[in-house]
């Protein structure tokens, strides 16, 4: 696991849309606050997840200025959280859903997952 760290979510977006079809995971880093260094904020990075049927998963320690976190493409039969349903709400409504994204949706919704 060596992490990736993105300093736009502009730089976060071209991976997800250069890669989701086909990278089985991604480690992103991030710096926290006090680092006094900047990157991609967890929220940027699980929007981005969220446009291409990707999800965040579990959180590591680095250091204590870093720490990384685990996305993955979402399983068929996984859940959704009422986080996660409402960022994709915000995310469509602004049209930064990919078709990937959207089929994940609606996987979600005809299986019940999402009401």
Same mark, same amino acid.
């Given at each position: 696991m060596k992490p990736k760290f993105f300093m736009?979510?502009?730089?976060?977006?071209s991976w997800?849309?250069?890669?989701?079809?086909?990278?089985?995971?991604i480690w992103i880093g991030f710096y926290k606050? $006090? +680092?006094g260094k900047t990157s991609?904020?967890?929220?940027?990075?699980?929007?981005e997840a969220l446009?291409?049927?990707?999800?965040?998963?579990i959180r590591k320690k680095i250091d204590e200025y870093r720490y990384t976190n685990r996305f993955t493409p979402r399983r068929k039969?996984? $859940?959704?959280? $009422?986080? $996660?349903?409402e960022n994709v709400k915000r995310l469509k409504k602004?049209?930064?859903?990919?078709? +990937?994204?959207?089929?994940?949706?609606d996987r979600a919704k005809a299986d019940g997952r999402i009401k």
């Open positions: 736009t979510q502009s730089e976060l977006r997800f849309s250069e890669q989701h079809e086909t990278s089985a995971e606050k $006090n +680092s991609v904020t967890y929220a940027e990075a699980v929007d446009c291409f049927g990707w999800i965040d998963g039969k996984s $859940n959704w959280s $009422n986080n $996660n349903i602004a049209g930064r859903m990919t078709p +990937s994204g959207l089929r994940e949706v």
